[in-house]
């Protein structure tokens, strides 16, 4: 299992690093990041699957501002359903673009990079969208496990009129009734440091 998953994400670095290359047209991003409003725990509200996580329940990105400058980052969610087995994988960020803080690099192993944009923001840091520049992938996230249906389906368009497909991008099932001692460390760590594994 851990060599199909290293399997999966040495796949999935490799086209994301390929897609760079490929877009055709830049896409945009937000205008400057507070990164250190910006840290702390994001759910995911929707996504495009890929291979490891291709059944994710109760996804969340968890990021961390550390001493060096580097972004800790933890995305953990539950496969197969919400009761499923915990999954944790934890790349490193850090910040390409330091005028705006919108751009990072994202390493899951050396040396290869993804990048990894942040294309939209609300203003309150309620909401953001995640994006690839390839126009393949992307994250609609929140600080609570809830969004609204007009949140969402407003998200879903701004990526639509980018070039996104919208059929790609699936919202991501949330229920913490079981998964309360979970919920309750993700937040009592605030921007901190990521709780862990259960």
């Known amino acids: 299992m851990k060599f199909l998953l290293l399997g999966t994400l040495i796949g999935l670095t490799l086209y994301l690093v390929a897609g760079c290359a490929t ?5 945009p991003t937000v205008s400057k990041v507070d990164l250190e409003r910006f840290m702390g725990p994001w759910f995911v509200i929707g ?20 001493d060096n400058g580097k972004i800790e980052t933890t995305y953990q969610f539950r496969k197969g359903g919400f009761d499923g087995e915990l999954k944790t994988m934890t790349p490193v960020g850090r910040v390409h673009d330091e005028t705006s803080n919108a751009e990072w690099r994202m390493q899951f192993f050396w040396p290869f990079e993804a990048e990894y944009l942040v294309f939209d923001l609300s203003p309150d840091y309620q909401r953001t969208i995640i994006a690839h520049p390839n126009r393949k992938y992307a994250w609609i ?7 609204t249906d007009r949140h969402y389906q407003a998200a879903v368009a701004k990526l639509e009129a980018e070039g996104f497909d919208p059929e790609v991008i699936r919202r991501l099932p949330h229920d913490w009734s079981s998964d309360q001692e979970r919920l309750k460390r993700i937040r009592e760590a605030g921007r901190g440091e990521f709780p862990g594994k259960e």
């Open 47 to 66: 996504y495009t699957p890929l291979g490891v996580d291709g059944n994710a329940h109760n996804a969340v990105e968890h990021y961390h501002l550390a």
């Open 141 to 147: 996230m929140a600080r609570s496990p809830e969004m």
């Open 23 to 27: 877009s055709n047209q830049a896409l």
